[in-house]
């Protein structure tokens, strides 16, 4: 359960104990009886829960409809996260602090970044620190915006960089120089050959073979060492994969100890008490794609073997790392998947001095000593200023528009909105060119160190989203303002509104959450209804303060002459329904297959009872071709007892005759 910016946990959490869980107690499902949720107990706060249930079982059972209806609704909503239970615990142990900077360098599809947004929102929805995540496959960066713009968080970017050569960052430092920002925490989920996850993915056991460990090994250590070379003083690395290779695992965090002393691991016992794990290896061996072993690289003595295994696949002087504090994590121990997760801290001050090239124009430089860089280009060797031959994979991004404060799209948001003075206007950004007749579609916003680091950098990373959207673009008969405020922006404008911004009762609450047929303005409370009985068409923001459990919801509302409706989504209305307590309307989705459900059910009758009509009528067929072959039987026996009847009165008859 995640604590999202505009709603806590304690409703969420009661309602699924109480509405949804407590009622699978005795149900029987084709027969066998329902699993109940589990709380995964090494988790904070009991805010995880496991369910033992397949997905046709919860998407097809009838029993299950209102569970799956809640799932899919919070889900969508960014309330709830599906995910593997192991794969929860690398963002636990990288304890993220509000004021964090973070990086997620393998970070599709987003689950993990969704725990990091969370542990960085802890205290707020406006943190002092950053998360950006970064994915290499230009696909999976897009299926990372949909998994974490739920979230709604103006403090977070989404990049598309090879973690192995992620660029330098550019930032402002406290004197006003630009420097490469240092990073508090990293989180190094690398790629791995996931034979971790032979429980749940059947394939890997047809596609597994001992020489994907080996190919992926080079690949994970650079990221590795591409995050330590990132890394701020005193900061902390997370790495983990979902296998249990120690090729993958051990191995590469030993070579990456072994290049870099200034890096430590830290003990595993203080992490997650309760969790079943076991400690690092120690010892292991190398197997080549033939079959052959070999203890140590000097072992080795086929030049062909040099090709695919290198010494860094080897423990050497692994007594002197402390590999036993590494974390495994095995299937068995606790019915989750395998992995192996390992905490590793910068463990003393080092003063570098980075050199900065300034100069404009061609510049010699050591390739080699410059392994990570990414603005290197591969056939002249040559550092430049600004990624000029840069490949772009997939879609070329529209650029970052941040408006001038006087701009013209804002006179009309602030006569509608009554915003203050306070409002971030220079953080507002759009993301296209337009004429000066043509009004820009979407507004969103970005923290300031996010407007610096896009200004600073927008040539030299591949930015694929960033900040939060407030307000798109309609059309003048839709409101006298021709920005509407979107829902997923309400919580932070609001702070910032006068008199388009209203506090309701609980009663005008569930009104406007009702069908979506609109409230007559004359029927919400007296004092309601003198503050919006004049209120021009438009988009305002009905506020309902928090009680108790209950989390204090704003609701985006459209206005007309005569009545109000939410102008939210489905999904979030029966959000903000289930919070408050009330049933959740139906979607057209979700009718559709209840709709679905009950043709099915009736088919299932009646099949069941065309089945047991023509068992029937097969079993009377029968029955009655045995009767008559039985009574067939009866006559011939009848006859022949008959016949020998008659053939002893005939003896009988001649006996008599023979005696007179």
């Known amino acids: 359960i995640l604590s999202d910016l505009s709603s806590g946990i304690n409703a969420e959490y009661g309602i699924m104990k109480e509405q949804h869980f407590s009622k699978l107690e005795g149900v029987m499902i084709e027969g066998q009886p329902c699993p109940i949720p589990q709380k995964i107990p090494w988790y904070p706060n009991g805010l995880a829960w496991q369910v033992d249930m397949t997905r046709p079982m919860l998407r097809h059972s009838e029993e299950l409809f209102s569970l799956h209806q809640f799932i899919v609704s919070e889900v969508e909503r960014g309330s709830i996260a ?57 696909k999976r960066c897009y299926m990372l915006v949909t998994q974490t713009k ?7 970017m989404i990049t598309n960089e090879d973690a192995t050569r992620f660029p330098n960052v550019k930032v402002f430092n406290d004197t006003g120089n630009l420097v490469s920002l240092k990073y508090d925490r990293i989180l190094c989920d690398v790629p791995c050959t996931g034979d971790g996850t032979l429980r749940k993915n059947y394939a890997i056991w047809k596609k597994w073979h001992q020489a994907q460990a080996i190919g992926i090994h080079k690949l994970q250590r650079r990221i590795l060492l591409r995050a330590m070379d990132m890394l701020a003083e005193g900061g902390r690395i997370v790495y983990s994969t979902c296998s249990l290779n120690p090729i993958e695992n051990e191995a590469t965090v030993l070579s990456a100890l072994r290049d870099r002393p200034q890096f430590k691991l830290l003990p ?49 002087d692994s007594e002197k790392h402390n590999l036993q504090y590494c974390m495994r994590v095995y299937p068995h121990d606790q019915n989750t998947g395998g992995f192996f997760i390992c905490v590793i801290e910068r463990k003393d001050i080092e003063k570098v001095e ?22 290197i280009h591969k056939n002249t060797n040559v550092l430049v200023d600004k990624m000029k031959w840069k490949t772009y994979h997939g879609f070329r991004e529209d650029p970052y528009l941040f408006q001038d404060t006087n701009s013209d799209c804002f006179t009309s948001i602030k006569e509608w909105y009554k915003l203050s003075e306070s409002f971030p206007y220079g953080n507002i950004f759009a993301r296209s060119k337009i004429g000066e007749t043509v009004r820009q579609r979407n507004l969103s916003v970005a923290c300031s160190r996010l407007r610096d680091i896009i200004q600073q950098n927008e040539n030299k990373i591949k930015i694929i989203n960033c900040g939060l959207r407030l307000f798109s673009y309609s059309k003048e008969a ?42 007559p303005k004359h029927t919400l409370k007296p004092d309601l209804f003198e503050k919006v009985k004049d209120l021009p068409t438009g988009i305002v923001v009905f506020y309902l303060p928090p009680s108790g459990i209950i989390p204090g919801i704003h609701c985006c509302v459209y206005s007309t002459e005569n009545g109000v409706k939410a102008y939210i989504t489905e999904d979030e209305k029966n959000h903000f329904r289930l919070i408050l307590g009330l049933e959740p309307l139906l979607t057209k989705r979700e009718q559709k297959k209840l709709d679905a459900m009950e043709t099915h059910r009736k088919k299932k009758i009646e099949t069941a009872a065309r089945i047991a009509a023509e068992k029937e009528a097969a079993e009377k067929e029968n029955k009655d071709s045995n009767e008559e072959e039985n009574g067939d039987n009866t006559l011939e ?14 003896e009988g008859l001649q006996g008599l005759e023979s005696e007179d």
Not at 112 to 117: D, P
Not at 488 to 498: D, K, L, Q, R, V
Not at 637 to 650: G, I, S, Y
């Open 637 to 650: 026996e009848d006859k022949h007892e008959e016949e020998e009847l008659a053939a002893e009165d005939a």
């Open 150 to 156: 739920r979230f709604n968080s103006l403090a977070f």
């Open 268 to 316: 595993s016992e203080g992490f997650l008490p309760e969790l079943k794990r076991r400690p690092g290896l120690t010892t292991w061996k190398v197997m080549h794609n033939n079959g052959t072993w070999y203890e140590k690289f000097e072992d080795i003595t086929d030049p062909k073997h040099f090709k695919s295994i290198s010494p860094t696949m080897f423990p050497t």
């Open 354 to 375: 980075e050199k900065e090239i300034e100069k404009e124009g061609e510049a010699a430089v050591n390739t080699s000593e410059l392994p990570f860089t990414d603005n």
């Open 478 to 519: 839709f409101s006298k303002c021709p920005y509407r405020l979107l829902q997923e922006g309400a919580h932070f404008t609001s702070t910032y509104m006068g008199s388009r911004f209203y506090e309701v009762s609980l009663d005008d609450m569930i009104k406007v959450l009702g069908p979506d047929t609109g409230v």
């Open 82 to 138: 599906r995910q593997e239970a192991v794969s929860m615990i690398p963002p636990l142990v990288l304890d993220v602090k509000p004021h964090h900077t973070v990086l997620d360098m393998c970070a599709a599809p987003g689950s993990k970044t969704l725990q990091l947004l969370e542990a960085l929102h802890a205290d707020g929805p406006h943190p002092s620190g950053l998360v950006i995540a970064n994915d290499g496959d230009n």
